[in-house]
C-alpha cells in the first residue's frame, strides 16, 4: 500500500510539474501595451513604478524584491504592504525626473498613468527610455478607449471596467513569468467585486444622483468631479446610483452652480496625504460646502451626507473595489438603502 501511494504521490507530482511548464512564459515575449509592440527577451530584473497603484498590483504580484525605485503616491500604501514599500527607494511623492528614474537603471519603468510616460510624459517618452534600452509598460486602463493627448486627465471614451485592472495584471504576471500569481490575483479580486455587489442589491434602482470630488485648484472654484465614464462612474453604476456628470472627461472642471442644478444627494470626497492643492484636505473641503452659499442649499449638505473614500480607489486600480464597498455602506448608514 505504501509503495503505491508513493507511486500516486511521484505521478501527482509530475503532473504539477507539467502544468507549471506548461504555465511558463515563453520568451522573447511581445506586448501590444498602449499602442507599442514591447518584446521582453526575459523577465525584468529591476523595475521603477511611476504611480501608487501601478506599485500595489506589483506588490500583490509578490514582486516587491524587484523595485528598485517609486513615485506618484497620494495616501500610505496598502497596509499589508507597508514593510516591504519602506524598504524601497521613493524617487519622488509625485512625478521623479528622467534622471532620477533612469539613475537606478531598470530594465523596464512601469507606469499607471500615460501622462508620465507617453507621447507628453511629463517624466519622459516611451521613446528616450527605448534608446537607453529599458523597456515601458502603460496601465492599460489609462489608454484603452481613452485619450490623453493633452497630457492632463484625458477623455475616456468608454466606461472604465475592473477588466483593464484584470488585463494589467494578467499582462504583468506574464511578463514576470508568475502567471500563476496573477490567475490568483484575478480570482481573488473577481470573488471580492461579487460579494461587494450582492451585499448592496437593496440599494440598486436607487438612481440616486451622486457627485464625486477629487479635489480643486482653488478651494472656492471649480471642482474636479468625476467624468461619465470614469473608475468612480464604475462604482456608481455598480450599485445603481447616478452620476450627475455626463462628460467623457475623466475629471473635468466643473462649478458648483452646475453641480447645484443637480442637487445630490451623496457627495463623496476624497482623502488623501498629497497637499498639492488646498482642497486636497477632505475637511477643507468639508467646510467649503457647509459655508458656500450655494454649497450649504444642496440636499447631501444639509443632511450631512459625505461619504469619505480613499483617493486611490477613485483611480482605476484593484482599489477599485473598495470604493463600491465604501460608497455601499454609506448609503446604507444614511438610511438611503434598506
Known amino acids: 500500500m505504501r509503495q503505491i501511494i508513493a507511486v500516486m504521490s511521484f ?201 464625486v470630488w477629487f479635489s480643486s485648484k482653488e478651494v472656492k472654484g471649480d471642482a474636479f468631479i468625476a467624468g461619465k465614464n470614469s473608475a468612480p462612474a464604475y462604482i456608481l453604476k455598480t450599485i445603481g446610483a447616478k452620476n450627475v456628470v455626463t462628460t467623457e472627461e475623466e475629471w473635468p472642471l466643473v462649478g458648483w452652480e452646475t453641480i447645484a442644478q443637480a442637487n445630490p444627494a451623496v457627495i463623496v470626497l476624497a482623502t488623501m496625504d498629497r497637499r498639492r492643492y488646498a482642497a486636497d484636505d477632505p475637511k477643507v473641503k468639508i467646510a467649503f460646502l457647509e459655508n458656500d452659499p450655494v454649497t450649504k442649499e444642496l440636499d447631501a449638505v444639509k443632511n450631512k451626507h459625505f461619504v469619505m473614500m480613499d483617493a486611490q480607489s477613485m483611480n482605476p486600480t484593484i482599489r477599485t473595489i473598495d470604493g463600491i464597498e465604501t460608497l455601499a455602506n454609506g448609503i446604507k448608514t444614511f438610511g438611503l438603502a434598506q
Not at 500604501?77 to 525626473?97: C, F, G, H, M, T
Not at 516611451?126 to 478607449?145: H, K, M, S, W
Open 11 to 211: 505521478a501527482f507530482g509530475l503532473t504539477g510539474l507539467s502544468g507549471a511548464t506548461l504555465a511558463a512564459t515563453q520568451y522573447p515575449l511581445t506586448v501590444n501595451n498602449c499602442g507599442q509592440q514591447v518584446t521582453f527577451k526575459k523577465a525584468p530584473a529591476k523595475i521603477v513604478s511611476i504611480g501608487q497603484g501601478m506599485t500595489e498590483v506589483l506588490f500583490s504580484l509578490s514582486l516587491a524584491d524587484k523595485i528598485a525605485g517609486t513615485a506618484v503616491w497620494v495616501g500610505p500604501v496598502l497596509p499589508q504592504y507597508a514593510e516591504a514599500n519602506s524598504r524601497i527607494k521613493r524617487l519622488a511623492d509625485n512625478d521623479p525626473s528622467f534622471e532620477a528614474v533612469v539613475g537606478q537603471e531598470p530594465d523596464l519603468v512601469a507606469a499607471e498613468f500615460e501622462w508620465h510616460v507617453g507621447e507628453q510624459g511629463s517624466v519622459g517618452k516611451r521613446e528616450q527610455f527605448a534608446d537607453l534600452g529599458i523597456n515601458t509598460y502603460i496601465a492599460p486602463a489609462d489608454c484603452v478607449a481613452k485619450i490623453n493627448a493633452d497630457g492632463g486627465d484625458g477623455v475616456r471614451k468608454e466606461l472604465f471596467t475592473m477588466d483593464l485592472i484584470y488585463q494589467e495584471i494578467s499582462e504583468l504576471s506574464e511578463i514576470f513569468d508568475v502567471k500563476d500569481r496573477g490567475d490568483a490575483l484575478i480570482a481573488d479580486l473577481k470573488k471580492r467585486e461579487a460579494a461587494a455587489v450582492a451585499s448592496i442589491s437593496s440599494a440598486s434602482g436607487k438612481d440616486l444622483p451622486i457627485v
